[in-house]
């Protein structure tokens, strides 16, 4: 099955910084990646999202980039503010959402 | 729309008595699922359903039961339960096929057994 790896599991940064994280995925069968954001004792909530039919997606401050070839997919949040503090999963897809894998999830503190 | 509702909040099980989460969708998306998240570590799937009577095993289905009679209910049953089961339960949903296959969660459900 697949297997998603995310990198690292911590990560802090001063405000306005940027923050960069970094999942590899197994399945090349794998055609969608979204990415979570959870913040403490919530759910989790998607936040940006991108298929392999694309290779980089800009929402405001938040870019994911993906490299089917090399497998792996990164979410970039630049000028980073406090509220940007949270875990954040990557997922990768194939055949629609029901067989979704999360990765570990990467804990990321924005310091004031 | 109050979008995917899990009940209960929190629940406190002793050894080997038995319980359902429950989740209900009001958004009619097909596709649900149930995850549990242990401290610190990232979602694992339990089950999954792609439509009313029709569910398959995930990656952590033992322990575990689900059924599927509509729509929009899809309860999970822990039989026996262990120490190993506590963790922060979460109920999803999704409606692929629309060009958003984005995956709505429940609030969770923090189950500790004692």
């Known amino acids: 099955g697949e297997n998603v790896e995310q990198h690292p599991s911590t990560l802090s940064v001063q405000e306005g910084d940027s923050a960069v994280i970094k999942c590899t995925y197994s399945d090349s069968a794998s055609n969608y990646f979204p990415w979570y954001k959870q913040e403490l004792g919530k759910r989790p909530q998607l936040i940006i999202d991108?298929?392999?039919?694309?290779g980089e997606k800009k929402d405001q401050r938040i870019a994911v980039t993906l490299n089917k070839t090399a497998k792996h997919f990164s979410l970039h949040i630049t000028e980073t503010q406090p509220e940007d503090s949270a875990v954040y999963f990557c997922a990768a897809a194939s055949g629609g959402y029901q067989k979704v894998t999360f990765g570990t999830g990467t804990k990321l503190q924005v310091i004031p | 729309n109050a979008g995917v509702t899990q009940t209960p909040k929190f629940r406190i099980l002793k050894i080997g008595q038995s319980m359902t989460l429950q989740c209900t969708q009001d958004?009619?998306?097909?596709?649900m699922y149930w995850y549990r998240q242990d401290p610190g570590m990232g979602l694992k799937l339990i089950y999954y359903s792609v439509g009313a009577g029709i569910t398959d095993k995930g990656e952590v289905p033992n322990g575990y039961n689900v059924s599927r009679s509509t729509t929009e209910d899809f309860p999970l049953r822990l039989e026996l339960a262990a120490p190993s089961q506590t963790s922060v339960y979460f109920c999803?949903?999704?409606?692929?096929?629309?060009?958003?296959?984005?995956?709505?969660f429940g609030q969770g459900t923090r189950l500790t057994v004692v």
């Open positions: 999803a949903s999704s409606y692929p096929g629309r060009g958003n296959t984005e995956a709505f």
């Open positions: 991108i298929r392999s039919n694309v």
């Open positions: 958004m009619n998306h097909n596709y």
